[in-house]
């Protein structure tokens, strides 16, 4: 669980990175969609194996929280 919330601490921070980038020094950095897709999939492949191993109630939870922290970080 600590290095689920150091990843999402890291995907935060560069989007504040690039966030500050744009606005600071006009500085526009590429984003590769495929790599994004990838892991997109990955994501979703291992958070339906864990409602499998978890069971519904528990993970689902889970499932909308990361995907919201994720989501909010990438979209910065």
């Known amino acids: 669980m600590c290095s689920l919330a150091l ?3 890291y995907i935060w921070g560069e989007g504040i990175r690039r966030l500050v980038l744009h606005f600071t020094a006009g500085v526009i950095e590429d984003v590769d969609g495929q790599v994004m897709s990838i892991i997109a999939a990955i994501g979703v492949a291992v958070n339906i194996a864990l409602a499998f191993v978890l069971g519904v109630e ?4 889970y499932i909308l929280c990361v995907h919201i922290i994720c989501y909010s970080a990438y979209m910065l």
């Open 7 to 9: 990843c999402s601490l």
């Open 58 to 61: 528990v993970s689902v939870v």
